[in-house]
């Protein structure tokens, strides 16, 4: 096993606050999904708000998210039965306490996105739910068929650009957090060739994950956790970046970008298929389609790997064409585009990497250990999802959790007065000429092809072993090169979580949610219950669950 991560060098882009434009606010809010911009709408009830975007928000997760947000609306389900759909999904990791204030203000959450203008499938006030895996009750509230988080996208952006104490900057790359006294002020930022020092009484963290650190995903181009990696420079406390979740269908034709197919699609009656028309998740699991995602992922992996198995389909037939057709409008017109018709022909799909579950440790407010820097949504560890994300939460979280995030900001933010009048410079790193001789992206699509194969859906200790010993050396080599556009610092941001991921999945020793071991397949709750936390120059250290046995030693391990 790999001892240690690597020490992160603290900056990955040489910088001097002095040469650079200087942008001053009260509250700094980082990316523009669902939790961002929700973060953004309750930070400027009393403070000015500048928000930053990577790319468009449109190219944002949140926009790419089809299948809707999870609320106990029906009048045989309740908060207490989605709580525990969630908890259990979780895999005992999640936080009850977290758990049941999302859920409980989940209805609200939805109310304030009506007031805002959204629209949503069904009569007024009686919204259409659809069930999705690992939901008890139809509890999924969604817009346009499939495109719940195209609806959502629309609403808070129409909200933030009308809001007269909001500002959004687009193509603003968000190299690195600057800080001053220990203290979170703002941050160093790319937009094109300029480089701009944007300084805020507090930070809002809001950048989305990493699944593009794999090389078959569902994430948008934009998805390389630069907000996470910087916080770990930063020395932001992480955890339970072992984590990742996949989704188990996505559109699997050569030469097509790896294209969603909403778990709700199954949650509409869709079978899964191989080859032969064979339902074979039911040869397993009770549930069949219906079974959580990491559980029919790693069951569509396993099927696949039987030498008379070729391909695995999504099925709707079987279903009547024109319901199916109205229903999931987007996934017509995507598979239009290829040939396909739902009501005739078998889809073909694979897993892909889809969730980043690990990140930031914060509060139910967003506090981050980094005083100053909060954080919120996919970029966040909140104790919300555990070990595994339940299907449509994410959205939801995103309301919720961002908009609690947004006012501690706004309320708690330091004045800034003297912080930043001296310097704030990162030291230089690799040489001048290196970036120039070196093919990035060639080490970008072996790195994410190697966790995909390593480090991806099923894992052991060899191949986890090889992968940490790829990354390692791939760092090395990359410290060696200075890496100034944002292409290099994607290419860094990316090999920091590599090593991060990889370390904490060699380190479990055990399968729970959605990391399975092979050479550990049963979940063992007397070295499992507990979160491996990761902060820059300091040992890795596994802190119990906090309903762990007595059996367990009270203290954190250092290993």
Not at 65 to 70: D, H, V, Y
């Amino acid at each position: 096993m790999t001892t240690l991560c690597p020490l992160e060098p603290r900056y990955r882009l040489s910088f001097d606050t002095r040469c650079a434009s200087r942008v001053t606010t009260d509250v700094l809010v980082v990316g523009g999904g669902v939790a961002g911009l929700s973060a953004a709408l309750a930070a400027a009830q009393t403070a000015r708000v500048l928000v930053l975007l990577k790319d468009p928000a449109l190219q944002s997760n949140t926009a790419l998210a089809q299948g809707g947000i999870a609320v106990a609306l029906d009048p045989q389900d309740s908060v207490a039965e989605h709580a525990a759909d969630t908890l259990r999904t979780g895999c005992g990791l999640a936080d009850p306490q977290v758990v049941e204030r999302v859920i409980f203000e989940a209805p609200r959450a939805l109310e304030r996105l009506v007031e805002l203008g959204a629209v949503f499938d069904g009569a007024a006030g009686r919204p259409e739910l659809a069930r999705e895996g690992g939901h008890g009750h139809r509890r999924i509230v969604h817009a346009r068929g499939d495109a719940t988080g195209a609806e959502c996208t629309r609403v808070l952006v129409d909200a933030v650009r009308a809001h007269p104490r909001i500002e959004m900057r687009v193509g603003v790359f968000v190299a690195e957090l600057l800080k001053a006294e220990d203290r979170c002020v703002g941050v160093f930022a790319l937009v094109g060739e300029e480089r701009v020092a944007v300084f805020g009484r507090s930070v809002i963290l809001a950048a989305g994950g990493a699944g593009r650190l794999y090389r078959e995903t569902s994430n948008s181009q934009g998805a390389t956790g630069d907000g996470i990696a910087a916080a770990y420079r930063a020395g932001a406390r992480l955890r339970d970046m072992e984590f990742v979740q996949f989704h188990p269908t996505t559109l699997y034709l050569a030469g097509t970008p790896r294209v969603l197919i909403t778990e709700a699609v199954r949650g509409e009656g869709a079978h899964i298929v191989d080859d032969r028309n064979r339902r074979f998740l039911l040869e397993n699991l009770a549930e069949g389609e219906l079974a959580p995602r990491d559980v029919v992922s790693r069951e569509i992996v396993r099927h696949l790997g039987r030498p008379d198995v070729r391909n695995v389909y999504l099925d709707l037939t079987h279903l009547p064409a024109e319901r199916a057709r109205k229903r999931f409008p987007g996934l017509q017109a995507t598979c239009a585009r290829y040939g396909l018709d739902l009501g005739r022909d078998r889809i073909p799909v694979r897993p892909a990497a889809h969730y980043f579950i690990g990140g930031v440790i914060c509060d139910e407010a967003g506090r981050s250990s980094l005083p100053g820097l909060y954080v919120c949504g996919e970029a966040a560890c909140s104790g919300l999802h555990g070990a595994n994300r339940l299907a449509s939460n994410s959205l939801l979280e995103g309301l919720v959790l961002g908009r609690r995030t947004g006012a501690a900001a706004a309320g708690e933010g330091a004045e800034l007065s003297g912080l930043f009048e001296g310097e704030l410079a990162g030291a230089e790193t690799g040489a001048a000429g290196a970036a120039a001789a070196t093919d990035l992206e060639d080490l970008r699509q072996s790195l994410v092809s190697l966790m995909w194969r390593d480090v991806g859906i099923a894992r052991d200790g060899d191949g986890l072993g090889r992968a940490a010993t790829a990354v390692a050396s791939w760092r090395r080599f990359l410290d060696t090169v200075r890496t100034e556009g944002r292409s290099g610092c994607e290419l860094a941001n990316l090999l920091t979580l590599a090593a991060l991921v990889t370390n904490a999945a060699e380190r479990r020793t055990e399968s729970r949610g959605t990391h399975w071991r092979s050479d550990y397949p049963q979940v063992d709750d007397r070295t499992g219950k507990g979160h491996w936390v990761w902060e820059r120059g300091v040992p890795p250290r596994f802190e119990l669950h906090p309903d762990a046995t007595a059996a367990h030693s009270s203290g954190g391990a250092h290993v």
